[in-house]
């Protein structure tokens, strides 16, 4: 499953290798932002405001979220199912946010071909 941990100004705290299998790319992530991971990965900015959208959602409503992701990857789409959980403090401080996922692209194709 891939997981990534943001702190609470969003910036990459931990990437696991399912999420970025190049290590010298999750390395450069540290400190960084779905938008710096965008541009590194040559992704629209786009995708990063969606995520960002979301993360906001779940902090504001100070719950676990769902939804899905399209990805335009080297001219293919990909889909992924995603989950975004804020953790926070006994205070209610926001501590780090939780993004997991998998690539649903697979089951996508065989719901579009039905």
Known sequence: ???VVYDSNFRFLYINSEEEGDALVRNTLQGKT???FCEIKSLSPELAN???T???KSIAEKRTIQFEETVEVGGDI???QR???PNFDSNGNLINIIRQGH????IKKVIYEL
């Not at 690539?103 to 697979?106: A, R, V």
């Open 83 to 85: 989950t975004i959980t």
């Open 1 to 3: 499953m891939q997981m």
């Open 78 to 80: 990909k889909y992924y």
């Open 50 to 52: 969606v995520r960002l």
């Open 54 to 56: 979301h993360i906001k």
């Open 103 to 106: 690539e649903i692209t697979e």
């Open 34 to 36: 779905d938008f710096d």
